[in-house]
């Protein structure tokens, strides 16, 4: 979700089942988001891309909470 003054914009994401390791999965939205907008993205785009982002990173039971380029786009292209 993203959410400005007078407007929010709903973006959706996928769920994933368990088991899932929530570690560092904020911050590497975060980071995404960020990433994503700093190079002129839309806000919806870089919310899309984050969420995928931290989907990749909640599958990894090992507490690394990273995802590569190749892992999110891997994920997007499963999804569409």
Known sequence: MWIEIQLC???PTEAVAPPIDITGAGDLFNAALISVLGVGCSRTMA????????NVSIRKLD???????EQILGDYDELN
């Open 9 to 11: 914009t709903f973006v």
């Open 47 to 54: 919310v899309a891309f984050s969420h995928l982002a931290a």
């Open 63 to 69: 507490g690394a909470g990273t995802a590569s380029p």
